[in-house]
Nanobody, 123 residues
Framework: QVQLVESGGGLVQAGGSLRLSCAAS????????MGWFRQAPGKEREFVAA????????LYADSVKGRFTISRDNAKNTLYLQMNSLEPEDTAVYSC????????????????WGQGTQVTVSS
């Protein structure tokens, strides 16, 4: 079992930045590839970004490419999502997830999920 707890969400104006964190506990964090997903009100949860176990591979949704950066610190058992140039369309609950796969972009591939943190971007 891996327990995941997100933090860092909040209210920010359009054009601003936030950094989300996801603290992992339980099994060895470095054994898992990690991902960020988000769900806006009335919408399906969607993939945002993913990173492989050793940080060698990162993947992004087209909608966030060039604005968001996923990273991880295996020594601190923590996953990050740096979000710059935020837009109102980025408003959602952001969740981190862990997978046994090399890397993954779909929900079904992820085994463990955090509860999520709210990000609200005002125009």
């Amino acid at each position: 079992q891996v327990q995941l707890v997100e933090s860092g969400g909040g209210l920010v104006q359009a054009g601003g930045s936030l950094r989300l964190s996801c603290a992992a506990s339980g099994r060895t964090f470095s054994n898992y590839a990690m991902g960020w997903f988000r769900q806006a009100p009335g919408k399906e949860r969607e993939f945002v970004a993913a990173i492989s176990r050793s940080r060698g591979i990162t993947l992004y949704a087209d909608s966030v490419k060039g604005r968001f950066t996923i990273s991880r610190d295996n020594a601190k058992n923590t996953l990050y999502l740096q979000m710059n140039s935020l837009e109102p369309e980025d408003t959602a609950v952001y969740s981190c997830a862990a997978t046994n796969n090399l890397i993954a972009t779909t929900e079904i591939e992820y085994n463990y999920w955090g509860q999520g943190t709210q990000v609200t971007v005002s125009s």
